[in-house]
């Protein structure tokens, strides 16, 4: 059982170009998330998915955007990338949260993708 | 909104010792987490905590959750090197449509012979 998949591990992007960092899971979980993790810090969440074809943002959504075509994939793409947005970005699932009534069931995550821009 | 710290943000104890790190969070909620993250790793769940009063242990590890105080503790007990690592508290928000994870900064324990 693989769980929660990210490629790729590292990558190197000059300012402006674009890429998506992919997420898949297959644990058949509702629950998709994309955090990210600054130097020193806690994760933020940039977007989450309650299901296919539901997408949400969250704290730090700018410069941004995701899709959830299918349960198990949860892209992430940067469209424009500003070294700002250099960080270790981690995917993560859980089952959805209204079937947990024990709330045992913490999110997965991902090995991350360590971003650059330079 | 609310706000997750945690403290402390860096902790260097000996072997053998016991220590406590805090988690405290400004609005209600009904979820806290404690992960553990190595160096260069994803991160791993360690204990979710559910109800006021809630505690649990695993190994030299008990975490506990005080919701009318809005704190979590996570207790070490008799430390070895293995437990050397990042500690993060999250709390479970539903200020917006669904609930998410408000994370602490995390408490870096470095365990010395």
């Known amino acids: 059982n693989a769980g929660v998949t990210q490629t790729p591990k590292f990558r190197i992007l000059k300012i402006g170009q674009s890429m998506t960092l992919q997420c898949t899971q297959d644990?058949?979980?509702?629950?998709m998330y994309w955090y990210r993790q600054d130097p020193g810090m806690g994760l933020k969440l940039i977007y989450y998915?309650?299901?296919?074809?539901?997408?949400d943002k969250g704290e730090v959504p700018n410069g941004y955007n995701v899709s959830r075509s299918t349960t198990e994939d949860f892209p992430l793409r940067l469209e424009l990338a500003a070294p700002s947005q250099t960080s270790v970005y981690f995917c993560?699932?859980?089952?959805?949260?209204?079937?947990?009534?024990?709330?045992?069931?913490?999110?997965?995550f991902g090995d991350g993708t360590r971003l650059s821009i330079l | 909104e609310l706000k997750v710290e945690q403290n402390p943000l860096f902790l260097s104890m000996q072997e053998g010792k016991n220590y406590t790190i805090y988690c405290n969070y400004s609005?209600?909620?009904?979820?806290l987490y404690w992960y553990r993250q190595d160096p260069g790793k994803s991160l791993e769940s360690l204990f979710v905590?559910?109800?006021?009063?809630a505690v649990k242990q695993e190994g030299r590890l008990m975490a506990s959750l005080d919701t009318k105080a809005r704190l979590s503790t996570l207790h070490i007990t008799a430390a070895v090197h293995d437990l050397s690592a990042t500690y993060f508290c999250?709390?479970?928000?539903?200020?917006?449509?669904?609930?998410?994870?408000?994370f602490g900064k995390g408490t870096k324990l470095s365990v010395k012979p």
């Open positions: 905590l559910l109800s006021n009063g």
């Open positions: 644990m058949n979980h509702n629950y």
């Open positions: 998915s309650v299901g296919a074809g539901i997408t």
């Open positions: 999250a709390v479970k928000y539903y200020g917006g449509s669904q609930g998410n994870l408000i």
């Open positions: 993560a699932s859980n089952p959805d949260e209204f079937w947990d009534m024990t709330g045992n069931q913490p999110q997965h």
């Open positions: 609005t209600t909620s009904d979820r």
